[in-house]
């Protein structure tokens, strides 16, 4: 059965980009068929994937307002491993022309299912705002993905999301879920970082991974390069932790199965 995450935080610079095409990275190399889709109009997860957005004739843009089929604008990623539903800045325009569509906030949900069977593993990523992309986004996903930074404001962006996702979850996704928080930037040496590290474990308990991404030059870098941190520097940190997240994710997807 394909499931389908959002990596979803209303504040930016958080990771959420380079969580997205890691984990798909990650995902994809235990084996899984994965889709990395890019719902921001920023189009990073895109070049992030070795995509150039600029020579695109066809985005998500297309496919959300019904002019083409998803999997018409589906392209390989460059390290070959995940394939990409790329997305430019023609994506901005989507405030406006999903407005007199109808059901306009499940536009992304009802253009993935002719596709949904063909992977394992669908990873969302959506701007740092809640617009009409980002409530697409949550309104096509079994669970949010919540990367968040171990600082002082960062509990109070997170009550911003999970208010977001029971409004959503109440009247267009029943059953719209946290699937887990990640913890990006760690730095155990930081006492910050451990007391938001202490706070989300007396608060979300199990929602929170085990695995925490440290800040890695070698994962700041990867992007650039078009690839994955896995693919530009096998041995880094920061790969070697969406390895682990990507694990423990799929571990966690077999104990839920069980029970």
């Known amino acids: 059965?394909?499931?389908?995450?959002?990596?979803?935080?209303?504040?930016?610079?958080?990771?959420?980009?380079t969580?997205?095409?890691?984990l798909?990275?990650?995902?994809?190399?235990?084996?899984?068929?994965?889709?990395?889709?890019?719902?921001?109009?920023?189009?990073?997860?895109?070049?992030?994937?070795?995509?150039?957005?600029?020579?695109?004739?066809?985005?998500?843009?297309?496919?959300?307002?019904?002019?083409?089929?998803?999997?018409?604008?589906?392209?390989r990623s460059l390290s070959g491993s995940y394939d990409v539903l790329?997305?430019?800045?023609?994506?901005?325009?989507?405030?406006?022309?999903?407005?007199?569509?109808?059901?306009?906030?499940?536009?992304?949900?009802?253009?993935?299912?002719?596709?949904?069977n063909n992977y394992d593993f669908i990873i969302v990523d959506c701007p740092p705002s809640l617009s009409m992309l980002t409530i697409n986004s949550l309104v096509s996903c079994d669970?949010?993905?919540?990367?968040?930074q171990?600082?002082?404001?960062?509990?109070?962006?997170?009550?911003?999301?999970?208010?977001?996702?029971?409004?959503?979850?109440?009247?267009?996704?029943?059953?719209?879920?946290i699937e887990g928080i990640v913890r990006t930037m760690f730095d155990p040496r930081n006492s910050l970082s451990n007391e938001v590290t202490a706070q989300l474990a007396h608060h979300f308990g199990g929602l929170m991974y085990q695995v925490a991404i440290p800040r890695n030059v070698r994962l700041a870098e990867a992007p650039s390069h078009g690839l994955p941190a896995?693919?530009?520097?096998?041995?880094?940190?920061?790969?070697?932790?969406y390895l682990g997240l990507a694990g423990e994710i799929l571990r966690r997807g077999k104990t839920k199965i069980k029970s």
């Not at 070049?47 to 018409?72: F, H, Q, R, Y």
């Not at 800045?89 to 253009?111: F, H, M, Q, W």
């Not at 669970?143 to 968040?148: Q, T």
């Open 1 to 17: 059965m394909t499931r389908i995450f959002t990596v979803a935080n209303q504040k930016g610079g958080v990771g959420k980009t």
């Open 19 to 22: 969580t997205s095409i890691n």
């Open 24 to 75: 798909a990275a990650s995902l994809a190399s235990y084996g899984k068929r994965v889709l990395l889709v890019d719902m921001d109009p920023q189009g990073n997860a895109t070049m992030g994937s070795g995509v150039n957005k600029s020579d695109l004739e066809v985005t998500t843009l297309d496919v959300l307002v019904g002019i083409v089929e998803a999997e018409e604008v589906v392209q």
């Open 86 to 116: 790329p997305a430019n800045d023609d994506l901005t325009a989507a405030e406006i022309e999903l407005l007199n569509l109808k059901n306009k906030e499940s536009r992304l949900r009802y253009a993935l299912i002719r596709i949904k």
């Open 143 to 148: 669970g949010v993905i919540v990367p968040m």
């Open 150 to 177: 171990c600082e002082y404001f960062a509990l109070e962006g997170l009550s911003d999301l999970i208010g977001t996702i029971k409004k959503i979850s109440q009247h267009l996704n029943p059953g719209l879920k």
């Open 230 to 241: 896995l693919v530009y520097d096998k041995n880094s940190k920061g790969a070697v932790a």
